[in-house]
């Protein structure tokens, strides 16, 4: 749907008037729009614009105590329960290493930004939204009861836009770097002396960008040594056996504005349709298994020994979550995780690059 064809602000409010039970998502989706067009149109009638200012936001944070941090992508949802606190910001990644909210942001994604406030019943439920300049959530931020709300209130009005409009305008989506990059004159060979020469994670994406590669391009072309093709529902038998030896992983979430990590445990699975949820006390994932088209287990060298994620695609190539088991940096990976993902079952006939 191109601009001049797309809903004005009135005809939102009156679909959000008509579907009060549908999920904002869900309802922008129906009429072909963005759900940060949809809060817009509401602006003046409990949400506030905001300035999508990403290192204010995190300093400001600290205060408010403790919240729900959600970052999601089209199969994912992250949710942790926590507070945000050792804050390290920055004009191209900002942190929060916080125990329980653990982020990596790029601040110059966020684009668009709103409190927002509903009401439930008796109960007004807060949240803090920011967007890219495609309309897509990045990162949200949910009040709890617990939480500050005068220092919540200042921090909002310390973002507040002069740009009350109930009107944005969104751009199309770029280019995603998880996909293929066409015209690629890497071959499988230099790709994996590259490979071998890595020393650090971190490394990784720095590689696939001097080489133009999409990752999921690079797992399907580097070979056995380094990445394994898993059958699909490789994740499914990763969350049962990780739960019965109660072995700590790392969780990855991410979209281009905003990464979300847990670390530690997890308890309490519990499928639901196509959706593989983990419901724990400050941990919830929400994935779409019927959106995983490919699960890889991939194999990175650091200079404390290789350590070894699984990680799951969608039918266009994006990364939609990856798994780690728990680790510092500087500390050799865990055994235990190394040999419950070597002995996931492998696809039968892998899929060539």
């Known amino acids: 749907m191109d601009q001049r064809e797309r809903p004005g ?4 409010r009156q679909a959000r008037s008509e579907n009060l039970k549908m999920r904002e998502r869900d309802l922008a989706a129906q009429m072909g729009i963005t759900e940060a067009e949809l809060l817009a149109a509401h602006c003046g009638d409990g949400v506030v614009r905001l300035e999508a200012r990403a290192n204010d936001l995190l300093t400001g944070m600290e205060a408010v105590g403790e919240v729900m941090a959600l970052t999601r992508n089209d199969s994912a949802v992250h949710e942790k329960i926590g507070v945000y606190d050792k804050i390290v910001t920055g004009e191209h990644a900002a942190l929060a290493l916080g125990e ?17 406030e509903k009401r439930d019943g008796d109960e007004i439920r807060r949240s803090l939204q920011f967007f890219d300049a495609a309309g897509d959530a990045v990162h949200k931020v949910h009040l709890r009861p617990s939480s500050d709300l005068s220092a919540y209130q200042q921090l909002v009005a310390r973002l507040q836009s002069a740009d009350q409009s109930t009107a944005i305008a969104v751009e199309p989506p770029p280019a995603d770097m998880d996909t293929e ?10 790709l994996r002396e590259g490979w071998s020469k890595l020393t650090d994670v971190h490394q990784f994406f720095g590689m696939l960008r001097k080489m133009k590669l999409g990752r999921r391009q690079a797992v399907r072309m580097v070979g ?12 499914s038998l990763m969350f049962e056996r990780v739960v019965t030896a109660e072995l700590p992983i790392m969780c990855f979430v991410g979209n281009r504005g905003c990464i979300q990590i847990h670390s530690g445990p997890v308890r309490n699975i519990k499928p639901m349709g196509p959706w593989l949820n983990v419901m724990d006390e400050t941990f919830h994932l929400h994935l779409r298994t019927d959106h995983v088209a490919e699960t890889w287990l991939v194999r990175k060298p650091t200079k404390d020994g290789h350590v070894t994620s699984l990680e799951l695609y969608d039918a266009n190539g994006r990364m939609i979550i990856q798994f780690f088991g728990q680790r510092h940096e500087g500390e050799a990976e865990r055994a235990d995780w190394r040999a419950l993902a070597e002995n996931l079952p492998r696809l039968a006939a892998p899929i060539a690059a």
Request: aromatic letters at 10%; proline letters at 7%; a negative charge.
């Open 9 to 12: 602000p009135d005809a939102i």
């Open 224 to 235: 056995a040594e380094y990445a394994t093709q898993l059958e699909t529902g490789a994740a």
């Open 100 to 116: 329980n909210i653990d982020l990596r942001i790029f601040p110059k994604i966020w684009t668009h930004g709103f409190a927002v």
């Open 181 to 190: 990059v066409a015209d690629t004159p890497t071959d499988a060979e230099t």
